[in-house]
Nanobody, 125 residues
């Protein structure tokens, strides 16, 4: 099994930055992609972006393009979400997720096989 642990969340002001990290424990990750989702109360769980593990190709949800950057460190089985120019609408619990196969549709919850416990990000105006 793949166990995912997120870290780096916190409470910040509008315009601040945070870097979230997600580490896959155990043996080296050999799946298709690692993704970030976020879930705010009263909203659907939203796809933020993902990175393919082999090639490092990144895709982002439109709402975070230009502000968020996803990167990976294959040596430590870690994916990062660097968030800049944070806005109140970014407030959510952020989850990382692993897509082992790449067979499903990118960004669809059902495509991801393992999920972390989440880390809270709160952005105050």
């Amino acid at each position: 099994q793949v166990q995912l642990v997120e870290s780096g969340g916190g409470s910040v002001q509008t315009g601040d930055s945070l870097r979230l990290s997600c580490t896959a424990s155990g043996r080296s990750f050999s799946g298709y992609a690692m993704a970030w989702f976020r879930h705010a109360p009263g909203k659907h769980r939203e796809f933020v972006g993902h990175i393919t593990w082999s090639g490092g190709n990144v895709n982002y949800e439109d709402s975070v393009k230009g502000r968020f950057t996803i990167s990976r460190d294959s040596g430590t089985n870690t994916v990062h979400l660097q968030m800049t120019n944070l806005k109140p609408e970014d407030t959510a619990v952020y989850y990382c997720a692993a897509d082992l196969t790449g067979w499903g549709l990118m960004g669809h919850e059902s495509s991801y096989h393992y999920w972390g416990q989440g880390t809270q990000v709160t952005v105050s105006s």
